[in-house]
């Protein structure tokens, strides 16, 4: 490896986690399958391998597709915007109703195929993610030239190592949430979380 592409995985790396540290629709569900440690790997897996998919795309250069249909954003915004209300909703009903937290803190609730469909849904349904991934990242991995490849294998890097450490490691919160007043309260940032991207997805518009 040349210096100038050891530069560019570590440019990769830090972008990547600088994009997708930040609290989102994500990152708060593989949190919550975290703490209940339900289907926790099938989650963590969807999540990388996904962004591993448009990171890829964004370096290959797709984000120009974007630029050129920017009707096709609209919809995104609006189809994203629709589905992060409903799951809102849910959230809030989790935490209006702390009779439903017992069975669920067991990590023996939902079955697997609802929960890999959420975790899609979260994040192909996300414009967010696009903007980030095939624009914003594809644009930065361009100045790399040559080594814009290891600059998105620096980025892959930072999603796998992020969301493996997000759902393996809130197991070590736990203690915390023993008491359901705890699982209120993360349904209740959850459920805002959600609807302030939303709204940020609308107000795009």
């Known amino acids: 490896m040349t210096h100038t592409a050891a530069l560019a995985l570590a440019s990769g790396l830090g972008f990547g986690l ?3 540290i ?4 994500q990152n708060a569900f593989l949190l919550r399958q ?17 962004d591993v998919i448009l ?5 290959g250069g ?21 589905f992060l209300l409903v799951y ?8 209006l109703r702390p009779s439903a937290m017992a069975a669920e803190e067991a990590g023996s609730g939902t079955s697997l195929w ?25 644009s930065v991995a361009a100045t790399h030239g040559d080594d814009r490849w290891w600059f998105g294998a620096g980025a892959m890097t930072g999603s796998i190592v992020w969301f493996t450490a ?28 959600m609807v302030a991207i939303a709204a940020t997805l609308l107000h795009g518009l």
């Open 88 to 95: 809102a909703a849910l959230a809030a009903r989790r935490a």
């Open 18 to 20: 600088s994009l997708i």
């Open 22 to 25: 930040a609290i989102g629709a």
């Open 34 to 50: 975290g703490l209940l440690r339900e289907h926790v790997l099938p989650v963590v897996a969807v999540c990388s391998v996904s």
């Open 55 to 59: 990171i890829a795309a964004g370096v």
């Open 114 to 138: 609802p929960v890999v469909t959420t975790a899609m849904a979260l994040t192909w349904l996300n414009p967010h993610v696009y903007l980030d991934t095939l624009v914003l990242l594809g």
């Open 166 to 193: 997000l759902g393996y490691g809130a197991r070590l919160l736990r203690p915390v949430f023993a008491r359901p007043v705890a699982w209120r309260v993360l349904d209740a940032l959850i459920a805002v979380v």
């Open 62 to 82: 797709l984000g120009s597709l974007l630029d050129a249909a920017p009707w096709l954003v609209d919809v995104m915004r609006i189809g994203g915007a629709v």
